[in-house]
């Protein structure tokens, strides 16, 4: 069942690509510009470079945030914003979604009063880019927080690893930016990219909040660093399991292990390291039989 109820059909879609739901269109013209430049032996050199704009959001009649963004599913990253951010409530109807190209502005309208003026005064600046900032007690809601005993199959870690890795992107065309993928056992769903990994995991929950997605039997897989804050909107979305191709903070290690998410990271090729959740592991694949990752993908990986 959704969370909230969305009127009319006013959320972008695109084609399935790759068996994806949503996945990355490396190629379109407004995500990247190509830049001239002069390499370390002085030879001239034309790179593309990932494109960041404003995008302000709205909450009715309130302006919430302006956060830099690459500028695609800009209704699902004010969604996602405002629903982790605590500000969409469960059983509030969402009427509307309204996004201005030109006022680089999108406003989501609820039936309900938008009433958040001492939540907005008090900031936690977070170790994220882009949107670095969370409003309110960060640990709110957590204690109240209970997740899915979700088994992990290492042989569903290796194949998401390898299938996400080789699927055409931006993190692999231009660096510089961060990719967050939903998954469910060995397919990955659904790819969003951002120059934050906090816009790219609040593009996920928007269109799990619009879309009415359970979160029971999926995993949450990033390219970002596993810090207390992407375990604390992991778990309050209702995944179960996060991993990454990135390290850990200890607060967010910590933060996993009381809430009973299962946390993975450093994954590269057949290695990686399970820091909380290791009873949930199923090891059902032999490490040995799993190819090391190929040398572009580390290259790049070094730039995100």
């Known amino acids: 069942m959704p969370i909230l109820q969305l009127e009319g059909s006013q959320l972008a879609k695109t084609d399935n690509l790759n068996a994806y739901i949503i996945a990355p269109d490396p190629k379109a013209p407004r995500l990247t510009r190509a830049v001239d430049g002069v390499d370390h032996d002085g030879n001239p050199a034309n790179i593309s470079v990932v494109e960041e704009r404003p995008l302000t959001i709205f909450l009715n009649g309130q302006e919430i945030v302006t956060a830099m963004t690459i500028g695609d599913y800009p209704d699902y990253l004010a969604l996602g914003f405002l629903r982790n951010q605590g500000m969409l409530k469960d059983g509030e109807t969402v009427k509307g979604v309204d996004y201005d190209e030109d006022l680089e502005t999108v406003v989501v309208r609820t039936d309900g009063e938008t009433t958040y003026e001492e939540k907005l005064k008090k900031k936690t600046r977070t170790s994220g880019c882009a949107v670095g900032t969370v409003f309110g007690d960060m640990m709110e809601g957590l204690e109240d927080t209970t997740l899915p005993d979700l088994r992990v199959k290492t042989s569903d870690l290796y194949a998401l690893s ?143």
């Open 162 to 304: 390898a299938t996400i890795n080789r699927t055409p992107s931006l993190y692999l065309e231009a660096g510089a930016i961060h990719g967050t993928v939903l998954c469910q056992g060995d397919r990955p769903l659904v790819y969003m990219e951002d120059v934050g990994r906090h816009n790219a995991v609040d593009k996920i929950a928007g269109w799990m909040l619009s879309e009415g997605i359970s979160p029971d039997d999926k995993l949450l897989y990033t390219t970002g660093r596993l810090t207390s804050e992407m375990v604390i909107k992991t778990a309050l979305m209702g995944i179960p399991a996060l991993a990454s191709r990135s390290g850990f903070t200890a607060w967010g290690v910590e933060i996993a292990r009381e809430v009973g998410l299962t946390l993975i990271g450093r994954m590269r090729g057949r290695r990686f390291v399970c820091l909380a959740g290791e009873e949930r592991l199923v090891r059902d694949a032999d490490p040995s039989s799993i190819p090391e990752e190929d040398k572009k993908h580390r290259r790049k990986s070094a730039d995100a």
